[in-house]
């Protein structure tokens, strides 16, 4: 797997990259897809994972959203960012697949991940102990931390882990939040609060997002 490429989300903002990409895409270029597959498959495979709870379903579910892109890029508006709608069409399908399967996996916090450190990803959420990562303790701490917090957020109900693993994880605002799951920026945020709340609870206050 390429190795992970992050792009800032700025909120409003359309990527003037992607944009060209896309418009390559609908003039038959498959090169310009393959860029945009190259730009953002960790982080929607790394989404699908954290949703769905299972790597090798993740992975599946990241190419599966990567086809049905291509498969209706024509009907991308581009009034948001492809990233966005990339997403919402990810999001989507580890969420219907979760729902499909109704059974609880257990996060690999040991085994191959292709490069996706569930400890790196979730101590994101735990700035408090990554603050001092040079030192050995630090970074022990830090490596236990995320494993805390990846077993809590599999714990959290399907909605409110859809908006930890975007707004905590990912990074996405609120609004990009509220068009992937169709919801009121309302809901999101009184979803978010929920959730923060409930890992708060399994976690400890030095320990939670938020």
């Known amino acids: 797997m390429a190795k992970q490429t992050l792009v800032s989300a700025q909120p409003g903002a359309i990527n003037v990259e992607d944009a060209l990409l896309v418009e390559q895409v609908r003039a038959g270029d498959m090169s310009a897809f393959s860029r945009l597959v190259a730009r953002y498959q960790d982080r929607i495979v790394n989404t699908c994972w954290r949703i769905s709870g299972n ?20 009907s991308f508006q581009q009034r948001a ?8 069409i990810a999001v989507n399908l580890a969420l219907s697949h979760r729902r499909k399967t109704a059974r609880v996996v257990k996060l690999s916090l040991h085994g191959s991940d292709g490069g996706l450190r569930t400890d790196h990803q979730a101590a994101r959420l735990v700035g408090r102990v990554t603050r001092e990562a040079d030192e050995p303790s630090a970074r ?15 714990q959290l109900d399907d909605e409110s882990r859809a908006v930890v693993v975007l707004r905590d994880i990912e990074g996405f605002d609120y609004q990009q939040i509220a068009e992937m799951l169709d919801l009121p920026m ?14 708060r609870g399994r976690l400890g206050p030095d320990l939670s997002p938020g």
Do not use: P
């Not at 992975?59 to 892109?69: N, S």
């Not at 022990?140 to 599999?154: D, F, Q, R």
């Not at 999101?188 to 890992?199: C, D, I, P, Q």
């Open 140 to 154: 022990l701490a830090s490596h236990e931390a995320g494993k805390l917090v990846a077993e809590a957020i599999e």
């Open 55 to 74: 790597h090798d379903d993740a992975q599946d579910l990241a190419q599966e959203a990567f086809l049905r892109a291509l498969e209706c890029i024509d």
């Open 186 to 199: 309302g809901t999101v945020k009184s979803r978010l609060y929920r959730a923060r709340m409930e890992l």
């Open 81 to 88: 960012g492809f990233y966005t709608w990339l997403f919402r």
